[in-house]
């Protein structure tokens, strides 16, 4: 029995010095890996997405190459749902309704890939810090935690595989440090080839399918026609897309603020009976909405980030004078 113990303590004595002879000691230097992680690395596996009670999974494969990204997301539960992500394309595929929705790659991207490839001004919005090792899908996995500097955006927990960096589980908490949304993987493969069947569509789509196109044109920020009349600390507006709503509807503008980490989506379009219906403050799981009308236009700002966040920037979005 004290030789059992005493291999033990070796094993786990080796473990720690191996990991932290590869490992970064620095937390920025995490972030840095678990931000390229995700889109550098194959890897298969399946994950868990829990906001209250609301628990859903997904099986995602991902393959990066000469050529870029591809992936395919699968949600598992409920309405059959998948994303197929390409070099050139994201194409959303809903077979209960028989619709195809197509927009272009970028913006916020889904679990693992949590972290933009641009985090520098995060430890102006957070005091981050490493917090304890663990063990998430079987992996050996160091915590980093990041804790907002004000209450215009949540805390989170991210744990990252201790030898690529990958994005093992990602927490959200609030003030109080409660659970508002989590992604943690059950099942996970990292590196070797990625079989191309499991990038292609289950779904195959044909007669009486709907193809729907939300491409923008991403436009300059001065020629946004809107700007924000007083700045978040630490949100600024990273790009501006304008979309077609129909001949008979006009344009609409989405614009996108980020502090890095948390994002806020602010859509402006022509008032309507369905964009003007629900003005004022609203939720869905952990997305904060708040809508309101500016002349003859509807603004609603959306994020995972506190309602008073989304409400101060719906409020503080104005047509710019010309």
């Not at 390409?86 to 693992?112: H, K, M, N, W, Y």
């Not at 001065?222 to 008979?248: C, H, M």
Request: proline share 4%; aromatic share 8%; glycine share 10%.
């Amino acid at each position: 029995m004290r030789f059992w113990f005493f291999a033990v303590g070796l094993c786990s004595l080796f473990f720690q010095t191996v990991a932290s002879a590869e490992a970064p000691s620095d937390p920025l230097t995490w972030l840095g890996k678990i931000s390229t992680a995700s889109q550098r690395l194959n890897y298969v596996g399946t994950f868990t997405y829990q906001s209250g009670k609301q628990i859903e999974t997904s099986r995602i494969a991902h393959r990066a190459n000469g050529e870029g990204e591809f992936e395919r997301l699968e949600v598992l539960d409920g309405s059959p749902r998948e994303v197929i992500r390409s070099a050139g394309e994201v194409r959303c595929v809903l077979p209960e309704q028989r619709t195809v929705i197509i927009d272009q790659p970028g913006g916020r991207r889904v679990f693992p890939a949590r972290l933009p490839a641009s985090f520098n001004g995060l430890a102006e919005s957070y005091r981050i810090r490493k917090g304890e090792r663990g063990r998430v899908a079987g992996y050996e996995a160091q915590s980093i935690i990041l804790e907002p500097r004000d209450d215009m955006r949540y805390g989170h927990v991210l744990w990252a595989e201790m030898q690529t960096g990958l994005l093992l589980k990602s927490r959200m908490v609030d003030a109080r440090g409660e659970m508002i949304e989590q992604f943690t993987f059950s099942d996970l493969r990292i590196g070797g080839d990625v079989d191309g069947a499991l990038l292609k569509p289950r779904f195959s789509q044909g007669e009486g399918w709907r193809v729907v196109s939300v491409r923008g044109d991403e436009i300059s920020k001065a020629d946004a026609g809107w700007q924000l009349r007083t700045p978040i600390t630490g949100f600024s507006l990273n790009s501006v897309v304008r979309r077609s709503l129909g001949a008979d509807r006009g344009d609409a503008v989405h614009m996108v603020f980020s502090d890095g980490l948390a994002a806020i989506s602010v859509f402006i379009e022509p008032t309507g009976p369905e964009a003007a219906a629900n003005v004022g403050a609203s939720s869905s799981g952990a997305i904060n909405v708040f809508k309101r009308t500016v002349g003859a236009h509807v603004v609603t700002a959306l994020g995972e980030v506190p309602a008073r966040a989304v409400q101060r920037l719906a409020e503080g979005i104005e047509a710019v004078s010309r």
